[in-house]
């Protein structure tokens, strides 16, 4: 009996890195790190609150793009892939924040997971 080894493309997200606590009025990095193990990149989209505020898609020129959402200040040229850098935060910047990965075909698979920031203020 032959046994043949079937090998499948396994995206993973390995870590979301976002602040539970931030200051007000300072930046903030939002990081989203994953293995693709074979798979090919489709897109890494962030939501605040399930609202679409950045997607990185390799194949659009530019492949970062950002959409207007109160309280969410990207900095385009700092922002890249899974790294979404916010130039300044404030109480409308509190949420949940979720980040979404997507496989390119075959496998399609799409691997996401969230987090809550706060926003504090300036200690005086």
């Excluded at 390995?14 to 903030?28: C, F, N, Q, T």
């Amino acid at each position: 009996m032959r046994m043949h080894a079937l090998l499948v493309p396994a995206l993973r997200l390995a870590k979301l890195d976002v602040s539970s606590a931030v200051i007000r009025g300072e930046p903030a990095w939002l990081n989203c790190s994953y293995t693709l193990e074979g798979d090919e990149l489709y897109s890494v989209k962030w939501y605040k609150n399930n609202v679409e505020f950045y997607r990185f898609l390799p194949t659009d020129r530019p492949p970062g793009q950002k959409y207007d959402l109160q309280g969410v200040y990207v900095d385009l040229d700092q922002s890249v892939e899974g790294y979404v850098y916010l130039k300044r935060t404030d109480l409308n910047t509190e949420g949940v924040y979720r980040c979404e990965v997507s496989a390119e075909a075959p496998s399609f698979q799409t691997v996401r997971e969230e987090k809550e920031v706060r926003v504090y203020g300036k200690s005086l």
